[in-house]
C-alpha cells in the first residue's frame, strides 16, 4: 500500500515533495528516499507515504474545517507522548490546529490535517487512514468486499474502522462527513490523498495486469467502483485509488 499525499511544486522556495517528505520523516521516523523523481518515506515495503502534485490543486488546497477545501483523507498516528510529540511537529514546520482532551489536530507545512492520538508504541505509528464520507458503514461495506477483511474494530453510523489485521498496514476509518467529494483529475475539486494498492509482486508483467490484480479490479468494479483513466478509479463516494 503507497498513500500518495498532494503537494504544491515548490512549498517555502523548496521542492514541495522534498519538504514534506523531510517533515513526516522528522514526525515518523521513517526512512526518506527518492524514486523515480518522486519522495517517499516509508515504513516497510508493504507500507510507505509518497509526495506528488498528483491531488493537488493551488486553486483548492487543504483547509481544515473549511467545507469548501475539504481534508478527504487523513492519518490518525499515534504516539506515546502527546506533548513531546507535538513539541517535535510543530518543531518541524507543523501546525497545532486543535487540542482535545483525546487526541490533537496538526497540519503538516502544506496544509493536511494529521489526528495525534496517544499509543503504546514508542515509536510513532500511522494507526489509522480516515476517510471522510457521507454514509460510513456503506463505504465500508466496498472496501471490505475489495479488501476481503470483515472484521469491524469500530462500528456506529457515524465512524466505523475496519481492522486489516496487519501490523505493517493501517486500519481503514470512515467517518460521517457532508463535504463535496473529489471528482478526479478536476483542480476545482482535488483529490488531496490517494492509494495505490499493489496485490501482488510479479516483475515481469506490470502489477495491473496480473491475475490477483486483475481480480480486484472485478470485484472493485461488482461492489461500485468506477473506472476513470487507466489503472484509476473512484470508489462509490469518489475518492480515487490506483492499481
Known amino acids: 500500500m503507497t498513500v500518495y499525499v498532494g503537494c504544491p511544486e515548490v512549498l517555502g522556495g523548496e521542492d514541495g515533495g522534498m519538504v514534506l517528505a523531510g517533515f513526516y520523516r522528522e ?3 521513517w526512512e ?17 507515504i509518497g509526495f506528488d502534485g498528483d491531488g493537488w490543486s493551488d486553486e483548492r488546497p487543504p483547509r481544515w474545517r473549511d467545507p469548501e477545501c475539504p ?3 487523513h ?7 502527546l506533548d513531546g510529540a ?40 500511522v494507526e489509522r487512514l480516515v476517510y471522510d464520507c457521507f454514509s460510513p458503514r456503506a463505504l465500508a461495506r466496498f472496501y471490505e ?17 475496519i ?26 475539486y482535488p483529490a488531496q490523498l490517494h492509494v495505490d494498492y499493489r496485490f501482488t509482486v510479479d516483475h515481469e508483467v506490470p502489477h495491473f495486469q496480473t491475475p490477483a490484480a486483475k481480480a480486484a479490479v472485478a470485484r472493485a468494479e461488482e461492489l461500485g467502483a468506477i473506472h ?16
Open 27 to 29: 514526525v515518523l521516523g
Open 75 to 81: 492519518f490518525d498516528i499515534a504516539v506515546q507522548d
Open 71 to 73: 481534508q478527504q483523507i
Open 86 to 125: 507535538g513539541a517535535h511537529i510543530t518543531g518541524a514546520g507543523g501546525t497545532l490546529l486543535q487540542d482535545d482532551a483525546d487526541h490533537r489536530v496538526y497540519a503538516d507545512p502544506a496544509g493536511h490535517p494529521f489526528c495525534l492520538y496517544p499509543g503504546p508504541s514508542v515509536a510513532p505509528t
Open 32 to 48: 526518506r528516499y527518492d524514486a523515480w523523481g518522486t519522495f517517499f518515506v516509508a515504513r516497510s515495503p508493504k507500507f510507505r
Open 145 to 161: 468486499g475489495f479488501l476481503g477483511v470483515q472484521e469491524r474494530a469500530e462500528d456506529s453510523p457515524e465512524r466505523v474502522v
Open 228 to 243: 476513470l483513466q487507466n489503472v484509476v478509479y473512484a470508489d462509490p463516494a469518489g475518492h480515487p485509488f490506483c492499481f
Open 163 to 188: 481492522d486489516l489485521d496487519d501490523d505493517e498496514l493501517p486500519d481503514l476509518a470512515f467517518q460521517h462527513a457532508q463535504v463535496a467529494a473529489p471528482r478526479w483529475p478536476d483542480p476545482a
